[in-house]
């Protein structure tokens, strides 16, 4: 069966300071591996996502995740965070070829602090 | 958000009530899902839909059921089943295959229980 683990409910982080939410997906052949973020009483956007190749992913407003196959990881990545970047982060995987679609982690909130 | 409306954003339920929540996309997507949101735990999937006429059983459709008489359209009925339906629900629908999907969100739809 797909799954992710978020294994962080909250990440705080000074704004312009480097931020990182993790994520480990579990081991089943090669998986499709995706970040989305959702703010207030919204919907869900997508950010990125890893399909295949380059191991080091870029997205939407500069965030980054790199994808780690030894470690089973794809942890989300920013250089110098902003308070614009408080929101929910969701993981998600799916495998080729299945049936099903996404399945989410739990989610991280993120704060950002001036 | 895209091209996909939820409505209502606020939903209350009364004991023994059946309640429909409307989703409806104009981005011409073949696929449309149902996701169910509950702090700390996630998105789980409730139903979802590859083609008119045809939906699934996502993990939780207890409960629930789904029509999709048109492609634009995917409506949610909470039934009195659904002993716990305290929730954010989302809409979603996907376009393209295998590596090239991907999710676009509705702005949701929070229900309560009177």
């Known amino acids: 069966a797909q799954s992710v683990a978020q294994p962080e409910d909250q990440v705080n982080v000074a704004e312009g300071n480097p931020l990182t939410v993790k994520c480990t997906y579990s081991?089943?052949?090669?998986?499709?591996l995706f970040w989305y973020v959702q703010y207030p009483n919204r919907g869900l956007q997508f950010l990125l996502k890893?399909?295949?190749?380059?191991?080091l992913v870029k997205g939407s407003y500069g965030f980054e995740a790199e994808f780690n196959k030894s470690q089973t990881s794809f942890h989300l990545k920013k250089p110098s965070a902003l308070v614009s970047d408080s929101a929910l982060y969701f993981c998600?995987?799916?495998?080729?070829?299945?049936?099903?679609?996404?399945?989410f982690g739990s989610g991280t909130q993120l704060t950002v602090l001036p | 958000d895209g091209g996909i409306t939820q409505s209502p954003k606020y939903l209350f339920r009364k004991e023994g009530q059946n309640v429909t929540l409307s989703c409806e996309q104009n981005?011409?997507?073949?696929?449309m899902y149902w996701y169910r949101q509950d702090p700390g735990q996630g998105l789980r999937l409730i139903y979802y839909?590859?083609?008119?006429?045809?939906?699934q059983k996502g993990d939780i459709a207890e409960g629930y059921s789904v029509s999709r008489e048109k492609k634009e359209s995917f409506p949610l009925t909470v039934t009195s089943a659904q002993k716990n339906p305290t929730a954010f629900y989302l809409c979603?629908?996907?376009?393209?295959?295998?590596?090239?999907?991907?999710?676009?969100f509705g702005s949701g739809t929070q229900l309560s229980v009177l």
């Open positions: 979603a629908s996907s376009t393209g295959q295998g590596a090239r999907e991907k999710l676009f």
């Open positions: 081991v089943s052949g090669n998986p499709y």
């Open positions: 890893y399909i295949t190749g380059d191991n």
């Open positions: 998600a995987v799916r495998y080729p070829g299945s049936a099903r679609q996404l399945t």
């Open positions: 981005l011409n997507h073949d696929a």
């Open positions: 839909s590859q083609i008119v006429n045809d939906f």
